[in-house]
């Protein structure tokens, strides 16, 4: 496909947090027509409703926002986290191949055990430490097979200025708290939500879609407590962040202690170099902090 050939994208689990940082990028890429499907408008294990609308809208391009990302919550919902993360991803990637549709996939760092010492490559063994992780792998397995042109991209420590994340947590905690214990001993990258959407719309720009799994996060391996720092620095606020060891801090899901992702077989196959992760938490505060006025 040439340059810059006109894409009909459509973007499943619009509500979600990637989801709205695609949107929020989509000003930049006129040249591509976007539809953003919710859970209640196109359920994505649902093969009728998601028939009608590849027919009604004819996508080009499907971006698969749509997840169970309720990480210690899925080790009671199992049945729940397979059927979003797995069956129907394994529905939705079928009637993608059926309509000619690039699939594009999101994936996750938990699908590794985090036992490992040096980054992980896209062909490592995965090996899930609970429900979410393996949910996560049993979609990835189902995306390819289902659909084979498709790209698997697996990303961590998401982060924006909309939804659910890290960094909000941290901003308001660290307005209402003197204190605040942030474990010291897990060891990932972040991943500006904004970064990662820019690249899906880059890639797809470049219409290049070499099918595979690959690894996207932000450039530079931390732990949660040097991102909290690095947060409240940017902030200036006076809140004290105390280093704290993983079994101080018991979650029902065991996290990986290294889930470190090499981005090497993306930078190399899409050009695209991920920005480093202290200079995009920068441009995500200013953003925040001119949101709020
Ligand atoms: N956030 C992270 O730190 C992180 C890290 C690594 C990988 N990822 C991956 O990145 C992707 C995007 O994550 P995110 O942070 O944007 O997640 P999110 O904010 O939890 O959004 C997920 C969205 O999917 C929707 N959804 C759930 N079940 C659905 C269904 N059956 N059909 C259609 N939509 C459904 C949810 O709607 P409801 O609100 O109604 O449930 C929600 O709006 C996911 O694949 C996730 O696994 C995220």
Known sequence: MSQHHPHRILVTGADGQLAQ??????????????????RADMPIGDPEKVRA??????????INCAAYTAVDRAE?????ALHVNAVAVGILAAACRE??????HLSTDYVFSGNAQTPYREDDPTEPLG?????????????QQEAPESLVIRTSWVYSEVGKNFLLTMVRLMSERDSVGVISDQW???TYARDLADALLRIIDGGRFTPGIYHYCNEGAITWYRFATAIRDLLGSACEVRSIPTHEYPTPVRRPAYSVLDTR?????FGIMPPPWLVSLEVCLSRLRHAQG
């Open 21 to 38: 940082c695609i949107r929020l990028e989509a000003v930049h890429h006129p040249e591509h027509t976007f539809r953003f499907v919710t």
């Open 53 to 62: 609308v590849f027919l009604a809208w004819a996508p080009t391009v499907c």
């Open 76 to 80: 009671v919902e199992e049945t729940e």
């Open 99 to 104: 309509q000619r549709v690039q699939l594009i």
């Open 131 to 143: 429900v979410y992780g393996a949910s996560k792998r049993a979609g990835e397995v189902l995306a």
């Open 188 to 190: 990932g990258c972040p």
């Open 265 to 269: 077989r993306f930078r190399q196959t």
